[in-house]
């Protein structure tokens, strides 16, 4: 995506956030954002997470009629509970579905805060990811050597290196991955931002109304009831994330997304001590030999059959002081609460990588639900099996740093009837089948 294509738009936000004063700028998101309700749209979008969020933003800049339901609030579920991270190692020489997803997302995250305005706590950070063994290091210098020579901004760096620039890690391991084309922002305030550009730009978003049925109507188009209130469109755009499947089961369409739930903990609020997001090796490591997927399971979850099979670790200090780390990825159905002892193993392994961490208690903890396809892959595209049903979803554990460009791929699709060939590796036809 380049700046010149994105600065037409640029101005006219601009005019209109003039226009709003510093609303445009708040984190604060009001019930219904567009002046008039409508119950009648071209488009409907379910579902106002980073992926929802962000296709109502790109459709209702191209224009288009566009409704938002939420059952919740923005950023009510994933979106607003994730770590923050973002990014990824660039656009590489020959750029994939991955690519567009991630230094894609990269530049909208820079146009919604640098450009339009938002406080979204957006930073280019880098990450730093721990090597632990030397047989890590060995395998990741073949892969950095690897992914440098096709293109992609990474490097391999000792612990003396690591620790310039950041003092606090643990300066004991053989070394660590730098990727400084990744970052991080503040899930709830971004997500909410993308919802507040989409009202800007002329789209209806409301929060409060859960769907519970969908119709086909025989004259093309679809009708969809929430507990109050009957709407219509033409055009459908699932954007349920974990609950793709039980949304999908309304429509007698079988979408495999698995619910995984996600852990987090923070530390009370200390002056800035970690500047980069943080990971560790260990899980890519491990996942590189056997990601552990089956017929019903999705690769790269730390938990198979109720068992703990690998450790996982990513983290990052928030503007607000709080040290939050997670990694636990655990297929549990749709139950939400925290383990308290897989908060402890994850605490101690991201004390391995920045010491100080083993003497902060935990000041909270929280949990989410990510929406992981079987295949590991994203779902984001067109449905044949139903007129007018398009799908951005399966973003797994990255959802929120990838969720921008996917909205804005599937908003394309949308809006130009044209499939972005990078798309080919998300379409949905490959794995939604009838119910
Ligand atoms: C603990 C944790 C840490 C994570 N860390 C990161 C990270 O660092 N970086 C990263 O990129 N990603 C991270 N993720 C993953 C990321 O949060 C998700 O991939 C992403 O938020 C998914 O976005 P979404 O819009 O698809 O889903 P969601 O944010 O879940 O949004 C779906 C929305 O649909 C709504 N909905 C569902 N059913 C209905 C209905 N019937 N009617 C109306 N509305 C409905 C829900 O209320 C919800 O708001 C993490 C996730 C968790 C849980």
């Known amino acids: 995506m380049s700046d010149k294509k994105s600065k037409p738009n640029i101005i006219n936000r601009r005019r209109v956030i003039t226009g709003l004063g510093t609303l445009a700028a708040t984190s604060l998101l009001p019930q219904r954002l567009a002046a008039q309700a409508s119950n009648e749209a071209d488009i409907l979008i379910i579902g106002g997470g980073m992926a929802g969020a962000s296709t109502a933003f790109h459709l209702a800049e191209q224009g288009r009629d566009v409704v938002l339901l939420e059952r919740g609030e923005i950023a009510s579920e994933a979106s607003g509970q994730n770590m923050g991270g973002l990014g990824g190692s660039g656009w590489g020489n020959n750029p994939n579905l991955l690519s567009y997803l991630t230094a894609g997302s990269v530049e909208i995250f820079k146009r919604m805060q640098i450009d339009m305005g938002y406080d979204m706590e957006f930073r280019l950070s880098g990450t730093l990811t721990a090597i632990h063994t030397e047989e890590q290091y060995e395998y990741y210098q073949d892969d950095v050597a690897a992914q440098k020579a096709g293109g992609y901004e990474i490097d391999l760096l000792s612990s003396r ?22 970052g991080q922002a503040d899930p709830v305030k971004t997500t909410r931002a993308f919802a507040h550009a989409a009202g800007v730009a002329g789209a209806t978003i409301t929060t409060g109304q859960n769907v519970v049925s969908i119709t086909p109507l025989s004259a093309g188009g679809y009708s969809v009831r929430t507990e109050s209130t009957e709407y219509r469109c033409q055009t459908l755009v699932l954007a349920t994330g974990a609950w793709c499947g039980p949304v999908g089961e309304m429509l007698g369409l079988k979408i495999p997304i698995i619910p995984i739930r996600g852990q987090m903990w923070a530390t ?34 730390t938990h198979k059959n109720g068992r703990r099979t690998v450790r996982h670790l990513y983290g990052r200090q928030r503007k607000n002081g709080e040290i939050i780390f997670g990694g636990d990825r655990e297929s549990l159905g749709y139950i939400t609460t925290p383990d308290p002892a897989g908060i402890e193993v994850n605490r101690s392994h991201a004390a391995e990588v920045i010491p100080l961490l ?68 998300s379409d949905p036809a490959r794995c939604v089948t009838e119910a």
């Open 161 to 182: 290196e690591a620790r310039a620039i950041e003092p606090e890690l643990n300066g004991e391991l053989p070394g660590f991955m730098y990727r400084p084309q990744r």
């Open 358 to 425: 083993a003497s902060l208690p935990i000041a909270r903890t929280w949990a989410g639900l990510m929406p992981f396809s079987v295949d590991g892959s994203p779902i984001i595209g067109k449905i044949p099996l139903r007129d007018n049903l398009f799908i951005v979803s399966g973003l797994a554990s990255s959802g929120f740093g990838r969720g921008p460009m996917a909205g804005k791929l599937a908003a394309d699709y949308i809006h130009t009837g044209n499939m972005n060939p990078v798309m080919a590796e």
């Open 268 to 301: 009370a609020s200390l002056p800035t001590r970690v500047l980069h997001t943080i990971g560790s090796t260990v899980s890519s490591f491990a996942w590189s030999r056997d990601n552990g997927a089956d017929a019903v399971t999705p690769p790269n979850l």
